[in-house]
C-alpha cells in the first residue's frame, strides 16, 4: 500500500476526549478534512474529570468558546487551585494556587524573600501573602488581571464542571462545524497487510467506516491503540500506587468555593469539587491497602452534604502507552494512558494531545517524522507530570498507616529526586522549560508538605531587613484591598453565568 493522502479522519470514541478531539479538529482542520466520530449510547464514560487548570482556557479561545455561556451550559464554577488536607501530615492544609504567591522583585522569586524573612523568625507561611489563597478563603471571585496598578498579576483560573454536559456541549458545537456522527459499537477493524495501517471498522449495525487517519478515545479499553494495534502499557504503579476509585455526586454545598479539596485517606485520598447543582466526590484509593468496602465507607463518610446516587466503582493502572502514535492511529485521553485526578490533568492531556496532534498532522499516512516527533514530546509531558503527582506522596512526614509508610520510603525518579534536592538546599526550583507545571506549583507543593530550604538565594539580600519588613507588608496591604473589593463565587455567578 503506498502513501495516500490524510482526508477523512475516523473518531472513535466520544465522551470528554471524543469531544474535544472532533470539535478542535472540526475548527482548525475542518476545512480540509472529512470527520466522523464514531460513539455508542450503550458504552458509558468515565465522567469523573470535573476539575480543570487554566490551560482550558486557551482550549476555549481556540474554538471561540463564549466562557459564560460554556459555564452556564455545563453548571460550572471557578477554580483558583486545589486545597490539599492531611498531605504533608495529620492536621495540615495548603493550596497549591494558579498564581504566584507575591509579587517578584529584582528577577528574584517571591518565595526567596520570604524564605529569607522566615529564617530569621518572620511567622508568616507564604499563603499570607498569596491573592489566590485570600480569596479561596473568603469564598470570592471575579475578573482580575492585575492588582491595581503593580506588576502584580491579578487571578489565574480554571474551571469545575459537569464532564457529561461539557462533552454534550461541545458535540452540539463540533456538529454545527461539520462532523458526522454514528451510533454504533465496534465489532472487527480492517488493516492493510501491507503497511499494517487501519483501514476502516465495522460496527454491530453492520456499517463499514472508512478512514485514512484513526484517533483512539475508547478510553481504558483502547480498542483501537492496544487491543488492534498491539501496543504495550507502561505501569508506573510502584510510584502511584493507586489502582481504584469511587465517585458520588452529593447534593450542593452550603458555600460555593472556588476551589477543589483533595483530602489524604489511609490509603488513597478524597476529592470535593464544588458545582451549581451538586458536589462531585469520589475517592481513589490501593487496594493492596484496603478494600472496596472499607473504601466506600471512607467516601460516604467523608461527604460534606447527603448523596445523591451509590458510589460508582472505577478501576485503572497509572502508566502511559509505549507509542501514542502507531501506524495511521493516535490515542487521546485514557486510551493513552492514565495520571490520577490528584492535579486535575486529566483533561489537559487531552487537550494538549490533540493540539499537539493538530501541530503534527500529516499530510500523507507515511509522515514517520511527524509520528516520532508526537509521541517523544507526549512521552515526555506525562513524565513530568508523573513526577509532580509522585512528589504529593513521597513528601509526606505520614507513616500512620502502611499505605503512607510506603509512599515515605519508596524510591522515586532520580528526575524527581534532583528537583527535591536542589529545592531543599536553597529553595531553587530546576524546573524544565516545557514543564506543565509552574515555578509557583513545585514551590507550593514542597513548602506545603513540609520541606524547609536550608539556604535562600543570596540575590534575596539586596533589600535590608527594614525594606524587606515593609516590602512584605506591602504586598500584604495590596492582597487584601483587592480581594476586598471582589464579589462571592456565588454573586458572581449568579451574575453572569447561572445555570438554568
Known sequence: MTDTNVQKLVIVGGGTAGWITAAAFARLLGRNLSIELVESEAIGTVGVG?????????????????????????????????????WGKLGTSYLHTFGDAGLNLASVPFHQYWARAAANGHDKDLWH????????????????????????????????????????????????????????IVQTVSRDSESGNITSIELDNGKQVEGDFFIDCTGFRALLMGQELGIGYRDWSKWLPCDSAQAVPSERLETLVPYTRATAKNAGWQWRIPLQHRTGNGHVYCRS??????????????????????????????????????????????????????????????????????????????????????????????????????????????????????????????????????FASSGRVGRDADDLFREASWVQVMLGQNVTPRSHDPMANGLNDVQLSEFLTNVRKLIEKSVDGLPTHEQFIQQHCASD
Open 50 to 86: 470535573e476539575a480543570t487548570i487554566p490551560q482550558i482556557i486557551r482550549l476555549n479561545a481556540i474554538l471561540g468558546l463564549d466562557e459564560y455561556d460554556f459555564v452556564k451550559h455545563t453548571k460550572g464554577t471557578f477554580k483558583l487551585g486545589i486545597e490539599f488536607v492531611d
Open 129 to 184: 501573602y498569596s491573592l489566590h489563597k485570600r480569596a479561596a478563603d473568603t469564598a470570592k471571585f471575579g475578573k482580575l488581571e492585575r492588582v491595581g496598578q503593580t506588576a502584580m498579576t491579578g487571578l489565574a483560573y480554571a474551571y469545575h464542571f459537569d464532564a457529561g454536559l461539557y462533552a454534550r456541549y461541545l458535540r452540539n458545537f463540533a456538529e454545527q462545524h461539520g462532523v458526522t456522527r454514528s451510533e454504533g
Open 289 to 422: 491497602f484496603t478494600s472496596d468496602d472499607e473504601a466506600s465507607q471512607v467516601l460516604l463518610d467523608g461527604l460534606d452534604t447527603k448523596p445523591l446516587a451509590d458510589p460508582r466503582p472505577i478501576r485503572f493502572t497509572t502508566g502511559r502507552r509505549e507509542q501514542f502514535w502507531a501506524h495511521n492511529c493516535a490515542c487521546i485521553g485514557l486510551s493513552g494512558g492514565f495520571l490520577e485526578p490528584l492535579e486535575s490533568t486529566s483533561i489537559h492531556l487531552i487537550q494538549s494531545h490533540v493540539s499537539r496532534l493538530i501541530q503534527l498532522f500529516p499530510q500523507t499516512t507515511g509522515s514517520t517524522a511527524e509520528r516520532d516527533e508526537y509521541n517523544r514530546r507526549c512521552a515526555d509531558e506525562f513524565e513530568q507530570i508523573r513526577d509532580f503527582l509522585i512528589l504529593h506522596y513521597k513528601q509526606t512526614e505520614r507513616e500512620d498507616s502502611e499505605f503512607w509508610s510506603y509512599c515515605k520510603n519508596m524510591e522515586v525518579p532520580d528526575s524527581l529526586r534532583q528537583k527535591q534536592h536542589l
